[in-house]
């Protein structure tokens, strides 16, 4: 018995070493992966009640040559605690900008949201990097929405405030996604100057059937309107979830019932009508 405890120890051992090893070469290969070009950014539709197109969100997508996919919920975390995440989010926000471009040329005329972790956005110089991406492209601010998390709103409140006031001067709107996720208390909402919440899949999935998930939609969707705050209700995949949405007067969702994340080239080839349903 003895024995056979060390062998286990010895084992589980083992599998950190290699854990430890493959999280080492994931993140030497994600360096690489940008000058390689192996990102790539995708865009799904947010869109009205008439199934109209109002908006998209900006997904970042790696395809590795040796990995093939590599899904954002390991290689965006991994970013996140390396702090790699901050060039990636630079490399990003040029990306919308080009896209944003190309989609006014084409006569698309809606903003785009791009996800801006923490990190990213307490970056010393992030207002001026802001600032000069969307110079360098001759882009408007009122074209880009921030979707930033509850977790920045944890500590530095007022340096956090001041930041996005300068945001919003040059007429970035602000996104609160995985909205009812975090941890963080409500109190920040009157405080901050924002536009719109994200509910959060999670809870989208649980409409109709579940009365707790469908409670919790509802109240995000009453609390936003008493804020004055727009709403955006992500993975939406039935008729049953958009039917609740719409009739609870959401402005718009996303998810696969509209729209799979699409590369924005195939996107603007193909002119996406989204449908009502
Ligand atoms: P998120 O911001 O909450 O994005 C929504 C996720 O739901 C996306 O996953 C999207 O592909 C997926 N989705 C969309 N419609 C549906 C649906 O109808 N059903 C289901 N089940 N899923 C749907 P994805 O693309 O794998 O991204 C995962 C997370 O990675 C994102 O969650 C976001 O937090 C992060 N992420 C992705 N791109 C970026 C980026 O450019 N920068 C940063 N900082 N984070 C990113
Ligand atoms: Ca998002
Ligand atoms: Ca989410
Ligand atoms: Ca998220």
Redesign the pocket.
């Known amino acids: 018995a003895k024995s056979a405890g060390r062998n286990q120890i010895a084992f589980f051992e083992g599998n950190m070493q290699t854990e430890v090893e493959h999280r080492l070469t994931l993140e030497r290969d994600l360096a690489k992966a940008l000058e390689q070009n192996e990102l790539q950014?995708v865009m799904?539709a947010q869109v009205n009640y008439a199934g109209v197109a109002v908006g998209a969100?900006?997904?970042?997508r790696w395809h590795s040559k040796e990995r093939g996919m590599v899904?954002?919920?390991i290689f965006?975390s991994l970013a996140e605690e390396s702090g790699l995440?901050v060039k990636?989010?630079d490399w990003?926000l040029s990306e919308a900008c080009n896209i944003l471009k190309s989609l006014q040329l084409e006569g698309h005329h809606f903003p785009l949201s791009?996800?801006?972790?923490p990190k990213?956005f307490r970056q010393k110089d992030f207002v001026d990097k802001v600032t000069a991406t969307l110079a360098a492209q001759e882009i408007s601010g009122k074209n880009l929405i921030f979707?930033v998390t509850e977790g920045l709103f944890i500590d530095n409140l007022q340096e956090t405030i001041a930041r996005m006031s300068k945001l919003s001067a040059l007429g970035i709107r602000f996104s609160i996604?995985?909205f009812g996720t975090g941890y963080s208390s409500l109190n920040y909402l009157k405080r901050l100057p924002l536009y719109e919440l994200k509910i959060?899949?999670s809870f989208v999935q649980d409409i109709p059937g579940d009365a707790n998930g469908t409670a919790i939609v509802g109240s995000i969707l009453s609390m936003a309107k008493q804020f004055g705050l727009k709403v955006v209700a992500?993975?939406?995949?039935t008729e049953e979830q958009a039917n609740y949405l719409i009739a609870n007067d959401c402005d718009s969702m996303?998810?696969?019932?509209y729209s799979r994340?699409t590369a924005p080239d195939v996107w603007m080839a193909n002119q996406i009508q989204v449908k009502a349903q």
């Open positions: 950014m799904q969100e900006l997904l970042m899904s954002p919920a965006i995440i990636l989010g990003v791009i996800n801006v972790s990213q979707e996604d995985d959060d899949k992500e993975g939406v995949e996303q998810g696969f019932l994340p």
